[in-house]
């Protein structure tokens, strides 16, 4: 069973920043891709950001320039780093695996940003 736990969360005023971390209880290192999405109260939830295997990345447009994700295998860690963060960044971050054939989803963390 895969378990990912999301840590990092909490209150920050704008403009300050966080990190956010997704500890796997299997090895990352093979996984084709790991990545981060966010729910806003009554919004769907949103892709954030991934980092493929051989560490290719890529990130919604409302974070270009501002987060940037990062892997550490030997950690099996996945990290968001949050900069530059706006009231509109608040919601619950969730990591997940994509597995074959199944993705895997941690319980989310909350990140609240203040004005």
């Known amino acids: 069973q895969v378990q990912l736990v999301e840590s990092g969360g909490g209150l920050v005023q704008a403009g300050g920043s966080l990190r956010l971390s997704c500890a796997a209880s299997?090895?990352?290192?093979?996984?084709?891709?790991m990545g981060w999405y966010r729910q806003a109260p009554g919004k769907q939830r949103e892709w954030v950001a991934t980092?493929?295997?051989?560490?290719?990345?890529g990130y919604a447009e409302p974070v270009k320039g501002r987060f940037t994700i990062s892997r550490d295998n030997a950690k099996n860690t996945v990290y968001l780093q949050m900069n530059s963060l706006k009231p509109e960044d608040t919601a619950v971050y969730y990591c997940k695996l994509f597995g074959s054939p199944n993705a895997y989803w941690g319980q989310g963390t909350q990140v609240t940003v203040s004005s």
């Open positions: 299997v090895s990352i290192a093979g996984i084709n891709a």
């Open positions: 980092i493929t295997r051989v560490g290719i990345t």
